[in-house]
């Protein structure tokens, strides 16, 4: 079991930058693949990045890639995701999640067990 809160998001303008947080407790942070997901406004929730436990393998999705940077902090059981260059269509709840898939299959949202309740970042045009 472990225990995600996200928080940073907010409103901005198209082109600002916004960095979000996810401290986690329970068990061992660093023990987890950290994923990123978002769901917009009647949309799907969403893949946008992850980042392995040793920090070896950090993906994204080609929507954000070039935008999004995506770092953990084990001492702090922390994860963020740094975004650069927003835009309107960003606009989304962005959830944390935690769990133990690799490679392609931390991908997919149903492959993590643990969830944050979700921070909205809102971008005005």
């Known amino acids: 079991q472990v225990q995600l809160v996200e928080s940073g998001g907010g409103l901005v303008q198209a082109g600002d930058s916004l960095t979000l947080s996810c401290s986690a407790s329970?068990?061992?942070?660093?023990?987890?693949?950290m994923g990123w997901f978002r769901q917009g406004s009647g949309k799907e929730r969403e893949f946008v990045g992850y980042?392995?436990?040793?920090?070896?393998?950090?993906r994204y999705a080609d929507s954000v890639t070039g935008r999004f940077t995506i770092s953990r902090d084990n001492a702090k059981n922390t994860v963020f995701v740094q975004m650069n260059n927003l835009k309107p269509e960003d606009t989304a709840v962005y959830y944390c999640a935690a769990g133990v898939a690799l490679g392609r299959y931390a991908l997919n949202h149903w492959n993590y067990p643990y969830w944050g309740q979700g921070t909205q970042v809102t971008v005005s045009s």
């Open positions: 980042i392995s436990k040793l920090n070896g393998d950090i």
């Open positions: 329970g068990r061992s942070f660093s023990d987890y693949t």
